[in-house]
C-alpha cells in the first residue's frame, strides 16, 4: 500500500451555490428586489414583514415566502393583505437553501412582482451559512435577546447587510445597551446599516420603510 | 446543526475521486471553512462516522477541519484527502 494526497478543493455546497447564483441571475433579469430575513426564533421576523406589507402592498407588488420547520402559521397571517405566499417547510432542516427558496419562487407570480421577502428558520446560527440567491440580508435582533449578540454569532452579522434591532418599546425592561451593541456589531461589521424600530408600536418603521422604497427602483 | 447536510455532501464528493483513485481507505479529509462558522470537528467527525457506518473505505478517515482568512467566504472546501492505494495505483 502507498499513501497519496490527492488535491481536490471542491465546495461541500457547489451544487446550493450554482442554484443561488441562478435564482440571483433570474431575481436579477427580472428587476425584482429580494430581501432574506434572518434572526432568533420570537425576534419579530414576520411581525416586521407584515407591518411592512401592510405599509407597501398598495403600490408595491409584493410576494412574501415563509419558511419554517413546520406548518403554515406564518404564511396565513398574510393571507389578510390577498398577496401571494409561499410557505416552505423544512421539513426539520434548520435553514433554507437555495433549491427551497428556488421552487418557493417558481410557486410565485414573478412576473407581477417587484418585491419578494423571504422570511428564513428562526436560527442564528445555519441559515448564515447558506446562500440563498437573494439580495439584501437581513438580521433581526430584538432587544430582549440581550446585546452580546454580534460576539456570540460572529458569522450572522458578518453576512448581513442590515440589522434590524426589534421591539425597542420595551427597551427600559430589558438590559439591553444600544450603543454597546452597536459598537459589537460594527466591530464584526463595519459596513452594515442598522434600525432601531418596533414592528409593534411602529416606532421609527418609516425609516425602514424609505429604506426599502429606495431599494426598490422604478 | 446541519452536519448532516455538510456530511451527505461530502460523501458524495469523496466516493467520485476515491472510484477514480482507485482508494482503498480514506486517511484524512482536509476542509476549509468560514473562520466564524459554527460548524464543529468533533462533531463533524463524529456525524462522519455514523453516516459512513459499514462502508470499510472511511473506517478511521479523520476529517480536519482548517478555519480560512476570508470572513465572507460561505464554502465549505475540501482542500485535499490523503488515502491508500494499492502499489502501482
Redesign the interface.
Known sequence: MEIKVIKVGASVFEENEKIAEEVKKFLKSRGIISFNFMGSPGSGKTTILERTVSLLKENYRIGVIEGDIAGSYDAKKFEKFKIPVVQINTGGACHLDANMVKSGIENLPVKDLEVIFVENVGNLVCPAEFEIGTGINIVVVSVVEGDDKPKKYPLMFKISDICIVNKIDILEFSDFNPEKFNERVLSVNDKIKIFNLSAKTGKNFNQWIDFVKNSVKR | ??EF??VL??LK?LDK?CEE?KA?RV?NIN?KI?P????DEDNLNFVFSSMSKGKKIYEGAKINVKKGKD??M??????????????GN
Open positions: 446543526m446541519h447536510t455538510v455532501n461530502l464528493i475521486i483513485k482503498e486517511l476542509i468560514n466564524y462558522s459554527c460548524l470572513p465572507l460561505r464554502e465549505i472546501i475540501v482542500e485535499n484527502i490523503e488515502i491508500e492505494v494499492k502499489n
